[in-house]
């Protein structure tokens, strides 16, 4: 039997529209700006999912803050288990380090990068996600900056993909695999 290629279908109503999205990033970045205003604030954005979320951010923060990527790719087949495949610039030692993530799933992903992270001695390291999915949580994480809980939906946009795509669109949409 021939397997046609799966069907997507994106929804035409966004789940975020571009306005909320707007809105609450200002918000988290004026939480962020206030909560870090003494200590200086490192973002570390992990690509390529977070590029759109950190630079907004970025922009909505109003204190002194750097910001620097580590990408990485997910070994097929082993849940959790994530290769780096660009490493971050800069040494996080002493330094107050807010890691920007796209979405917390299984949790498998960011209980990595922050183990991993954690190792270099930062002063202090906390989590800032977009969009919190509970609904298949493996491992509890603590997100000190959550922009929405979403449902059980594969969502893209705002940097979001699907087989690369979709990352461009300007709001959250839902995307629908199959026939
Ligand atoms: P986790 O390790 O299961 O928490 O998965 C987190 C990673 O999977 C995120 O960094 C995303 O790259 C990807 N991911 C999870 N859900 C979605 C989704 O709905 N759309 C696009 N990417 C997703
Ligand atoms: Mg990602």
Redesign the pocket.
């Known amino acids: 039997m021939k397997s046609l290629p799966p069907h997507e279908t994106l929804s035409e109503n966004p789940l975020i529209p571009q306005n909320r999205l707007q809105e609450r990033v200002s918000e988290l970045g004026g939480e962020i700006s206030a909560d870090y205003v003494d200590g200086g604030l490192m973002l570390v954005a992990?690509l390529r999912?977070?590029f759109v979320f950190a630079a907004d951010l970025l922009r909505a923060i109003t204190i002194p803050a750097a910001i620097d990527f580590i990408a990485i790719s997910?070994y097929a087949g082993q849940?959790?288990v994530v290769r780096i495949t660009k490493d971050l610039e800069e040494s996080i030692a002493g330094r107050h380090v807010l890691m920007v993530?796209?979405?917390?799933?299984?949790?498998?992903?960011?209980?990595?990068l922050l183990e991993n992270l954690k190792r270099r001695n930062p002063a202090s390291l906390a989590l800032c996600a977009l969009?919190d999915?509970p609904a298949?949580r493996?491992i509890d994480l603590p997100i000190a900056y959550r922009g929405f809980e979403i449902p059980d939906?594969?969502?893209?946009g705002y940097g979001?993909?699907?087989q690369q795509r979709y990352r461009n669109l300007p709001y959250i949409t839902t995307?629908r695999l199959g026939q």
């Open positions: 992990i999912g977070a997910s849940a959790g993530e796209d979405i917390i799933d299984t949790g498998l992903t960011a209980n990595y969009l999915r298949r493996i939906l594969f969502v893209v979001l993909d699907y995307l």
